[in-house]
């Protein structure tokens, strides 16, 4: 199948009536930020609450007679097996979606509901990688027909008609599309339809700094595997991207963007709070991005937001994550004097006055003359850390600065 713009077109005729045609939305916030005229497209209110529903439904509902008794198979983060469950149950067609221990149960319970009977559901390692493998062999063993997440010209196009309704519903293209990057599939769809009909659109793909394989790649000139990988941002965390993704995006140069995930989770919370937008972390990706690059003034910037299946167990780490990258939530060892008031003097002399103590877990008694605990501190202003640390050497205390990149700071957040 050839990737182009007509064959986006002609993806858009088999989704319609079937996929949602999702709002664009002015971000009064985002663009007060960036001085750019910053629209959301809502990705998040498809019915699988993401793009991915676009790329499966095209594949799936391409198959022949024979290939559809066969059924389906899938690997997935959560998202991708939310598509294929949706098409399936639509289309009447059997399937099996394979997922990594890291997708949320949340995603794992949807993934079950929305297939309808028609689904059923394999967890297999740790990573998006181990799920692929084992949903490629299940393929070879029973016959089903292998569903991409990403590396499928079928799910491409799929993802690329996100571009040509933008299009469609602003009545020209944007000055700046930013679209979050995992494997590789809809930015790769959206560089295809947007380069052959609007080349004067800039795409900028956002990925989590943690798992940044397509920059990777392009680095290397080829795909290669992360020796690393941050699952974090699950939906978008991905160890290879996809060969037809990877020479897309390699032909059409897009700006590429590193977003670290304590930022992703400030703009999570920012979402929720101001739009009242609940997103997951691949979801808040590309709007995240707007931290690492500037638009110009004026311009018209769509932001996809693309997943909105977040578990709500997550948001005790979100808000805890967001407040280290922002700076207000610090970690140390304390030695404190083990004499009476050493604590109320700590809390009188060293903690600012908007300061709070959130952490404290103190070791036993013993007959040292001090007495270590681990102590987490918010401070009331992110620039104060400075002076909080000219007062704690100021006092009888000694004390040790838990780095973020130690490994015993993973243990807290």
């Given at each position: ?76 983060a959560g998202n991708h097996g939310q598509g294929v469950a949706f098409a399936c149950a639509q289309l009447g067609i ?320």
């Open positions: 199948m050839t990737i182009d713009a007509r064959a986006v077109d002609e993806a858009a005729e088999r989704l319609a009536g079937v996929v949602t045609r999702t709002p664009l939305q002015r971000n009064e916030r985002l663009s007060a930020a960036t001085g750019a005229n910053v629209w959301l497209k809502r990705e998040d209110l498809q019915p699988v609450r993401s793009y991915k529903i676009r790329g499966a439904y095209n594949l799936i509902s391409q198959l022949e007679p024979d290939q559809r008794r066969a059924g389906v198979v899938c690997a997935s059997s399937g099996r979606i394979f997922v990594p221990a890291t997708t949320p149960r949340q995603k794992r319970e949807r993934i079950l509901a929305i297939g309808e009977g028609r689904v059923d559901l394999a967890v297999v390692g740790d990573t998006y990688d181990a799920a692929a493998a084992a949903a490629t062999a299940e393929a070879a063993a029973s016959g089903a027909i292998v569903v991409p997440a990403f590396d499928d010209a079928r799910t491409i196009v799929g993802q690329g008609t996100v571009a040509r309704e933008i299009v469609d519903q602003f009545g020209y293209s944007p000055d700046v599309l930013v679209a979050p990057v995992g494997g590789g599939g809809m930015i790769a769809g959206c560089l295809t339809y947007l380069a052959e009909r609007h080349p004067a659109t800039k795409v900028v793909g956002a990925e989590p700094a943690g798992a940044a394989s397509m920059a990777a790649a392009l680095r290397a000139g080829h795909p290669v595997e992360l020796g690393e990988l941050d699952t974090f941002v699950d939906g978008a965390a991905v160890r290879r991207v996809g060969d037809l993704t990877f020479g897309l995006v390699q032909r059409c140069g897009p700006a590429l963007v590193a977003v670290p995930e304590g930022r992703i989770c400030s703009e999570m919370l920012a979402l929720y709070q101001t739009e009242g937008i609940v997103t997951e972390p691949a979801g808040a990706l590309a709007a995240a991005s707007l931290g690492s690059f500037r638009p110009e003034p004026g311009q018209t910037v769509v932001v996809l937001v693309s997943g909105g299946n977040n578990d709500v167990s997550r948001y005790a780490e979100i808000v805890e994550r967001s407040l280290v990258y922002e700076g207000r939530k610090h970690y140390f060892l304390v030695n404190f004097p083990q004499e009476p008031g050493a604590l109320r003097r700590f809390l009188d002399e060293v903690l600012g006055p908007d300061d709070d103590i959130t952490h404290f877990e103190y070791v036993k008694r013993s007959n040292r003359e001090t007495g270590p605990a681990l102590v987490g501190i918010e401070l009331g202003d992110p620039d104060s850390f400075g002076n909080l640390l000219m007062r704690m050497d100021a006092s009888p205390i000694t004390f040790e600065v838990v780095a973020s990149d130690s490994p015993f700071y993973r243990f807290l957040v």
